[in-house]
């Protein structure tokens, strides 16, 4: 795909035009961008009922309408912690692509594990990429850079962050321990399985279908047992050279993607909930729950 162009999840809508002030660079749109959203579990506030509601925001025009509603405001005018809209990496992440794709920048969002939250454990995390004109730069929009860090949170090397797709075949290979990989170090939420299904988020977010990190579809499953650990394999090596320049790999990708019932969502979706909330189904089409 062309990662210049809009997804129906990226896309700004009918409020596309309060793109046009922010900053080019990448400081200063992902400053602006921290100033728009707040963690839903980091950002030290604890958000109930509709305001906790806002993590599902799965269209950047949804938390910009939102945003607007409650702020009327130009995006870099600052706004309160606890008037930000709640969300996720994956939103700091889809909100940072959008504005880059507004102004022409080709940006994408990247799927794995994080080394730089917990000691000795790697949270799930949502990463931007972006074409500088040369390569693909990696940025963590959701982190102040500052000598806190033992990396550029701007331009990060490889390490720090690892795909889903890389962690995956690492398990497979016995390098990593799976128990290391998950939501939390005290969440049952981690593991094998939990590794394999990002590995499917993975695909689908460089596919243009930026979905929640807690939706759920096709091949995705909550136990390794019955699951297809060879069709995983297969789409996590395409998945790595793919990331290591190889075109054919990322051919095949879209090909399988779009021909497997199994890697892509279809018009309705399963929507689950970090809070253990009961799942929802969700027409993507009609941007619906379905009752």
């Not at 949804?62 to 005018?77: E, P």
């Not at 074409?131 to 033992?150: T, Y």
């Not at 939706?215 to 090596?237: N, P, Q, R, V």
């Amino acid at each position: 795909m062309n990662y210049a162009d809009q997804t129906p999840y990226s896309d700004p809508g009918e409020h596309a035009g309060l793109f046009d002030a922010l900053p080019s660079d990448i400081a200063g749109l992902t400053a602006v961008i921290r100033n728009l959203l707040i963690h839903y579990r980091g950002g030290g506030i604890e958000f109930t009922g509709d305001r906790y509601e806002e993590i599902n925001h799965r269209w950047v025009s949804a938390m910009l309408a939102t945003d607007q509603r409650r702020n009327g405001a130009a995006l870099a005018v600052p706004r309160q912690p606890f008037d930000r809209v709640v969300g996720c990496c994956r939103d700091y992440t889809l909100m940072t692509v959008s504005a880059l794709r507004h102004k022409g920048i080709p940006a994408r969002s990247r799927i794995g594990f994080a080394s730089y939250f917990v000691d000795g454990f790697n949270p799930d995390h949502v990463v931007v990429e972006y074409w500088n004109g040369e390569r693909w730069v990696m940025v963590d929009p959701q982190l102040d850079p500052g000598p806190h860090w033992s990396f550029d949170p701007q331009d990060m090397a490889p390490g720090p962050f690892r795909s889903a797709a890389e962690v995956w075949l690492g398990y497979r290979s016995g390098v990593p321990d799976d128990a290391d990989f998950g939501v939390d170090p005290a969440s049952p939420i981690k593991g094998g399985w939990f590794i394999r299904n990002y590995v499917f988020y993975q695909l689908a977010h460089l596919q243009g279908d930026e979905l929640l990190l807690w939706d759920t579809w096709g091949a995705m499953t909550d136990s390794l047992d019955g699951a297809d650990l060879e069709l995983t394999d297969e789409i996590a090596t395409l998945l790595v050279a793919a990331d290591n320049g190889d075109d054919a790999a990322a051919e095949v990708l879209t090909a399988r993607y779009t021909a497997d019932p199994k890697l892509h969502p279809t018009d309705q979706i399963t929507q689950l909930s970090p809070a253990g909330n009961p799942p929802r189904t969700v027409d993507l089409k009609r941007r619906m729950v379905v009752p």
